[in-house]
């Protein structure tokens, strides 16, 4: 079925730490995954992608990974900084995006 | 990279009232355009996909007469929320691919209908 969002799980860590993120997807066939960040009232900022093809992407201070075995997807951000703080959003592409729940992020100084 | 411009940012209207919002590219020709809805602390759900010169395919649940999408050109799309309800307050957010991709999106749209 598809992913639907009803809640936001939350993510406290320290500034500095690094982060990691979690989404399990629901579409074995999907072949292409993204991962947003959303700030409050705007729209979803691209950070990284990988398509079915890799287990590992990395990008700055981002690292995407992929476990089709289990549809698990992960972000890992490095050195976690305040500016950081939003809410993250994997998503799944086959035909047509779906995303998932959602996980609130909150960088503590 | 690729601009996706939506406008307005926010719109307050009266019930029974439509609303239009729109969807620009850019910097690039999208021949299809996504609309999402979010409610307040969930998650995107896909309403419909515009495509450029064809009716939009709609999501199960989503009523293709309350909202009507217009993808007139390339570089924009328009979604109409017609006779619009308090319950059809929320923030609206469209999106463009590049290169076959979904990276682009709009800034959203606080719709409120008092």
């Known amino acids: 079925g598809e992913s639907v969002g009803l809640h936001l799980p939350t993510l406290s860590v320290q500034e500095g730490d690094n982060s990691i993120i979690n989404c399990a997807y629901s579409n074995s066939a999907s072949d292409y995954f993204i991962w947003y960040k959303q700030e409050s009232g705007k729209g979803p900022q691209f950070i990284i992608d990988i398509r079915s093809n890799m287990d590992k992407r990395q990008g700055q201070r981002v690292t995407v990974l992929l476990n089709k075995t289990v549809k698990h997807l992960s972000l890992q951000i490095a050195a976690t900084q305040p500016g950081d703080s939003a809410v993250y959003f994997c998503?799944?592409?086959?035909?047509?995006?779906?995303f998932g729940a959602g996980t609130r992020l909150f960088v503590k100084a | 990279g690729a601009v996706v411009s939506q406008h307005p940012s926010w719109v307050i209207c009266k019930s029974g009232t439509s609303v239009k919002i729109e969807c620009r590219s850019l910097?690039?020709?999208?021949?299809?355009m996504f609309w999402y809805r979010q409610f307040p602390k969930q998650s995107l759900m896909l309403m419909a996909t515009s495509n450029e010169g064809s009716k939009a395919t709609y999501e199960q649940g989503v009523e293709k007469d309350k909202f009507l999408i217009n993808h007139a050109s390339l570089t924009l799309s328009t979604l109409t929320v017609t006779s619009a309800h308090p319950e059809d307050s929320s923030f609206y957010i469209c999106?463009?691919?590049?290169?076959?991709?979904?990276?682009?999106f709009g800034q959203g749209t606080r719709l409120t209908v008092v």
């Open positions: 998503a799944e592409k086959y035909l047509k995006t779906i």
């Open positions: 910097d690039f020709q999208a021949t299809t």
């Open positions: 999106s463009a691919p590049d290169d076959n991709t979904e990276a682009f």
